[in-house]
């Protein structure tokens, strides 16, 4: 059984796996976040091949959402269109902080707001284990 977790800090972070409930671990990707650096915002797998790692900036103001497929061999960026949610209180590129995902009911859903602080989040929902976004309706 692979169990992910991240090891990090403000300038490192590997994405480790155990196979033996956590006798030994090896490091499954050196740099999931494609050599950017800031804080490690979390991690959770809903299997053990898919999951969620998050980064956010120096400032905590902003974050990106990475999704593996592969138990953390590879990640791809979570890209949400927040332009298609009609009457944004801001402009679309000022939805930059995306909070960790959740999931219920089969859905994940993700908050995205204008910064960490910041009440008025939307919501989106993924029906494909983060393949596509939709506004939760």
Not at 22 to 42: H, L, M, Q, R, Y
Not at 108 to 133: A, P, Q, Y
Request: proline residues 4%.
């Amino acid at each position: 059984e692979i169990m992910p977790s991240l090891v990090g800090s403000e300038m490192c972070i590997r994405d480790r796996a155990t196979r033996d409930a956590g006798k030994s671990w090896s490091v499954v990707n050196d740099d999931p976040f494609a050599g950017k650096t800031g804080i490690a915002e979390g991690i959770i797998f809903f299997t053990t091949q898919y999951g969620y790692i998050g980064l956010t900036d120096e400032t905590g103001e902003k974050s990106e959402i990475y999704v593996t497929y592969d138990g953390g061999e590879g990640f791809i960026k979570i890209e949400i269109s927040v332009d298609m949610v009609p009457q944004l209180k801001y402009d679309a590129a000022d939805y930059d902080y995306y909070s960790m995902p959740t999931e219920s009911d089969g859905k994940t859903s993700i908050n995205v707001t204008t910064m960490r602080s910041d009440s008025g989040e939307l919501v989106f929902v993924s029906e494909d284990d983060g393949k596509t976004w939709s506004p939760a309706e």
